[in-house]
């Protein structure tokens, strides 16, 4: 498909408690992002990266670390979870350049979280 | 910083056409994506706009003003499979910044 998996899916957890979502991408690409989607708020940057090890924050990124050792892989990781942080997170990825045949960027599927 | 703002909710009947606008108030940015989102699914890309006027793909087409900072996509024969959100992004710095996106419900 677009070359984009998020694990897990779906997750419940306690206040408190550290949180790791997953991004993986074959695509190759430069770019990657966090998002969370939340009602009347839309879709909001966490955070995202611009090579291995190149990280930055985006709008909310209090209350999340992120990390990118390999091309392929962008983890995201609640360190003490709190109910603020139920969300809805995508993933997604893109290159530099937009043309007919890049679409810009791809989202993930999504991870559904919550926190209790 | 960037301000951008969409209706939340719309219904229209199928077969019908619908127009949902995005204004935005911005420093600056490359173009402007419309993606639609199914509930529960992932955003997907619908159109980008780099220039002002008008893109056309198939039933969908896609309008920028950069002089008015604003945009519009137009949903022409319904189907009930466009029920959705709509959402609308400004592309900039290598990342995109989003609407709160608009809602739009198709009747029989």
């Known amino acids: 498909d677009a070359g984009i998996t998020q694990s897990p899916r779906h997750k419940v957890t306690e206040t408190g408690t550290p949180v790791t979502l997953r991004c993986h991408q074959t695509e190759n690409h430069r770019y990657m992002y966090w998002y969370r989607q939340d009602p009347g708020h839309g879709l909001r940057l966490i955070h995202y990266?611009?090579?291995?090890?190149?990280?930055d924050k985006g709008e909310v990124s209090d209350g999340y670390s992120v990390s990118r050792s390999k091309t392929e892989d962008f983890l995201l990781t609640l360190e003490s979870a709190t109910s603020s942080q139920t969300s809805v997170y995508f993933c997604?990825?893109?290159?530099?350049?937009?043309?007919?045949?890049?679409?810009?960027?791809?989202f993930g599927s999504g991870t559904r979280l919550t926190v209790v | 910083g960037q301000n951008i703002d969409q209706p939340t909710e719309m219904t229209a009947t199928e077969g019908a056409i619908v127009q949902i606008n995005c204004t935005y108030q911005?420093?600056?940015?490359?173009?402007l994506f419309w993606y639609q989102q199914h509930a529960g699914e992932a955003p997907t890309f619908l159109s980008y706009n780099v220039l002002d006027g008008l893109e056309e793909k198939g039933r969908f087409s896609s309008f920028l003003s950069r002089s008015k900072g604003y945009s519009y996509l137009l949903l022409k024969e319904l189907q009930m499979k466009d029920s959705a959100s709509y959402l609308c992004?400004?592309?900039?710095?290598?990342?995109?910044?989003f609407g709160k996106g608009n809602q739009v419900v198709v009747i029989p």
């Open positions: 992004a400004l592309d900039g710095n290598n990342r995109l910044a």
């Open positions: 997604a990825i893109s290159e530099s350049f937009i043309d007919d045949a890049n679409y810009g960027y791809t």
């Open positions: 990266s611009y090579g291995v090890k190149d990280t």
């Open positions: 911005t420093s600056g940015f490359n173009g």
